[in-house]
């Protein structure tokens, strides 16, 4: 099993670019989360997604959209990039919203 | 805004030391008290958790106290070794829809 994916990896974007991150999971979890991780302040939650076709805020969800088309993947999207949101993006999945989260291996996005 | 405070921000411990992390929180409605424990350039991992009427729990070398009347929760890391090196999080768990709130993080170093 490969857990929680993310892709991509790495991404640099100009200010009002726009990207999608691709996040994937293969234990058949129903929740799943986005989160942004910034220096001193810790994990802050975007949107989370209690099930296929379902989306819902999180603490800091402005700039930020979501889709939850498929069980196994949650995308996450930035319609027009602000160096604000660089970051460093970590997608994670529970079987039910308990406290046990696997997360995937983040992704660092930089906007110029 | 629930508001976790953890600390100290960084600790630097010798072998075989005792590493204590300490978490402060405001919201007497949250369910569950994990850890996560982040390696660099990784996604975090549950490390332990404790239920609210439980005072103390212990994993191997890691131990949870929880003290609910001072709303903070500890986590101790005993005979700590250098592959302990990593940033911790306390991330008290609210409601029923998976929502963890993270605190600032906590970067151990192990000196050898």
């Known amino acids: 099993n490969a857990g929680v994916t993310q892709t991509p990896k790495f991404r640099v974007l100009k200010t009002g670019q726009s990207m999608t991150l691709l996040c994937a999971q293969d234990m058949n979890h129903e929740y799943m989360y986005w989160y942004r991780q910034d220096p001193g302040m810790g994990l802050r939650l975007i949107h989370y997604?209690?099930?296929?076709?379902?989306?819902a805020k999180g603490e800091v969800p402005d700039g930020y959209n979501v889709s939850r088309l498929k069980k196994q993947n949650f995308l996450l999207g930035l319609e027009s990039a602000a160096p604000s949101q660089t970051s460093v993006y970590f997608c994670?999945?529970?079987?039910?919203?308990?406290?046990?989260?696997?997360f995937g291996p983040g992704t660092r996005l930089t906007v110029l | 805004q629930q508001q976790v405070k953890q600390s100290p921000q960084s600790l630097i411990v010798q072998k075989g030391g005792i590493s204590i992390i300490n978490c402060a929180y405001e919201n007497t409605a949250f369910d569950y008290f994990p850890w996560y424990q982040q390696f660099p350039g990784k996604g975090p991992a549950l490390l332990i958790a404790?239920?609210?009427?439980?005072s103390e729990k212990k994993e191997g070398r890691f131990t949870i106290s929880f003290n609910k009347s001072a709303k903070q929760f500890s986590l101790h890391i005993m005979d700590s070794q250098p592959g302990d090196s990593a940033t911790y999080f306390c991330?008290?768990?609210?409601?029923?829809?998976?929502?963890?709130?993270f605190g600032q993080g906590t970067t151990l170093q192990v000196k050898p």
């Open positions: 997604s209690v099930g296929e076709g379902t989306t």
């Open positions: 991330a008290p768990l609210w409601g029923n829809t998976g929502k963890l709130i």
């Open positions: 994670a999945s529970s079987y039910g919203g308990g406290y046990t989260q696997y």
């Open positions: 404790i239920r609210p009427d439980v």
